[in-house]
DNA sequence: TTCCAGGTATGCA
DNA sequence: TGCATACCTGGA
């Protein structure tokens, strides 16, 4: 099935789809092609037009709309975004116009919290290969234009790996604590919906106590799933871009650069961490 | 061969 | 509380 959107501005794909918040995503021609919540989605942006391509599913026409409105963030006015944080904080400006267009998804809360547990300690092209390694052997196969993708597989599968079964995945130590934040939400000890509804701080709380996850990990989670736009994931890149920018390039503790971000920032401080991230990434140095 | 990568857990002062 | 260190794996 195939959806336009037009007037769709700013957007930006390859910053939000190659920008460090989703893993699944590969260029496609012009576009990108990927997996969402056990869809494939083929995607294309060219003149303020959005195309969107979607494998079948059991969706009305509007469901499906509503669900590629609200994954891609398009109904939030990110002119107006990208303006205020250039007029409050001019010496961003730069960041901004680099990296417009740039959009924080909407993902699913228990795929982005396995792919940021991947994430410690690693590259951003090996996180990629072990979430399609863990695709590919426990996911759902889902059929698209003659080839078959894989869906991301629930925590009930998950749960039920022994740390030899999930090594196919090459996910090294970070096997056990995927195997077992999978039996934390089987069993209820850990409630993503319920976390959804906590403030930033609580909700980090909440989710730290899943062992391989601490507050950057957990803020990702917030950001990327729960749209909460006041939290901060601090990483090496984020506290260099801070630090340069704001501390005259002065090492500051991880805690501190967070502080000083949600209280500069406020509730622009989440899409303030998504443009910085990408523009140091493309940019080596500020 | 060595080092490093969107961090976190652990042990010790 | 604060700091140093180890950690799977793959790529440069």
């Known amino acids: 099935m195939r959806y336009v959107f037009t007037d769709v501005k700013p957007f930006n794909l390859e910053a939000m789809l190659e920008g460090g918040q989703a893993f699944r995503w590969e260029r496609e021609g012009k576009g990108y092609r990927g997996v969402v919540k056990g869809r494939v989605i083929s995607v294309s942006y060219d003149k303020d037009t959005l195309m969107v391509d979607i494998s079948e599913g059991n969706n009305t026409k509007e469901e499906d709309i509503k669900f590629i409105r609200d994954y891609f963030d398009l109904d939030r006015d990110y002119e107006k975004i990208e303006e205020d944080i250039k007029t409050q904080f001019p010496e961003l400006e730069k960041v901004i116009v680099m990296a417009s267009g740039n959009r924080i998804l909407h993902q699913d809360p228990w795929e982005t919290l396995v792919s940021f547990i991947i994430s410690a300690n690693n590259s951003i092209n090996n996180i990629k290969k072990v979430i399609d390694r863990l695709s590919q052997n426990y996911g759902r196969p889902i059929e698209f234009k003659g080839r078959l993708y894989y869906s991301f597989p629930s925590p009930e599968v998950l749960s039920s790996l022994s740390e030899e079964e999930i090594r196919c995945t090459r996910c090294g130590f ?33 989710l730290t106590k899943i062992p391989g996850v601490g507050v950057k990990v957990a803020s990702c989670i917030l950001l990327f799933s729960y749209k909460k736009f006041d939290s901060f994931p601090v990483d090496v890149w984020i506290k260099r871009a801070v630090e340069g920018i704001y501390f005259n390039g002065a090492s500051k503790p991880v805690k501190e650069i967070i502080n000083f971000a949600q209280n500069k920032f406020g509730n622009l401080a989440g899409f303030i961490q998504q443009y910085l991230f990408y523009y140091i990434r493309n940019n080596k140095m500020i």
């Open 174 to 206: 970070r096997g056990k604590y995927i195997i077992n934040a999978a039996r934390m939400i089987r069993e209820g000890v850990i409630n993503l919906e319920e976390i959804k509804g906590l403030p930033t701080e609580e909700a980090i709380k909440e």
